[in-house]
């Protein structure tokens, strides 16, 4: 029996000791385009390498770099739909945040709530760890730029 059979479930480990989803998410990071960010003293920039595997893949329609708020952004590597989730999510708890607050979520809090989903993802059954890193750039509360992995 080979390690396939213990791929399913993200409890299970393999006869080596290691739990090969988490191995497999790793691995679609490895394999992803490089991301960087630099942070300055009054900003902050992302940006990625934008290559595709294929000539058939249209370049417009692929975005690596996305705004969540309008004083942070966010760029990946690994696995792209899995990218788009996250996005989406961070979107969404900025925007509850400004409903309650009425002011834009400081990039500290908003790295915190997107890294609570994906540990979320990693420990719940049912669903696969994202294979995806995050680098998300943008301005704190005080205003100071900051740039987290």
Do not use: W
């Amino acid at each position: 029996m080979g390690d396939s059979a213990y791929s399913f479930s993200l409890t299970t480990f393999s006869r080596t000791g290691k739990l090969l989803q988490i191995e497999y998410a790793l691995n679609a990071v490895a394999n992803g385009r490089t991301a960087l960010g630099i942070a300055a003293t009054d900003g902050v920039v992302i940006c990625t390498d934008k290559k595709f595997s294929s000539a058939l893949v249209e370049g417009e329609g692929v975005r690596k770099v996305e705004r969540i708020t309008d004083g942070s952004g966010v760029v990946y590597a690994g696995v792209g739909p899995d990218y788009r989730v996250l996005v989406r999510k961070a979107r969404k708890s900025s925007q509850a945040y400004y409903r309650e607050y009425r002011e834009t979520k400081p990039i500290s809090q908003l790295v915190k709530s997107t890294a609570s989903v994906m540990q979320e993802y990693t420990q719940s059954g049912g669903v696969r760890p994202f294979g995806v890193s995050l680098l998300m750039a943008g301005m704190d509360g005080d205003g100071t730029p900051a740039c987290f992995r």
